[in-house]
């Protein structure tokens, strides 16, 4: 087992997870509308399956929303 923190909150987690098997585990229900940050460096999407979590490792999920102003 090892200690990491999800946005900001420690996490116990089974070691060499992935960040795929991260975000299933995390309930993520649109994984394609979230980013992801390790220890501060963006993770490129298709590297999410490869990409394994270490001890003390922090992960940000990042979601990013559409807006705009309204105009009159």
Do not use: C, H, W
Request: net charge negative; hydrophobic share 40%; proline share 1%.
């Amino acid at each position: 087992m090892s200690q990491i923190k999800v946005n900001g909150k420690e996490q116990t987690i089974q070691e060499l997870m992935t960040l795929s098997e991260l975000l299933v585990i995390n309930n993520v229900a649109e994984p394609s509308m979230v980013s992801i940050q390790v220890n501060g460096t963006f993770v490129v999407r298709e590297d999410y399956d490869t990409t394994k979590l270490s001890e003390n490792d922090e992960v940000d999920f990042l979601y990013f929303m559409g807006g705009g102003s309204k105009l009159y």
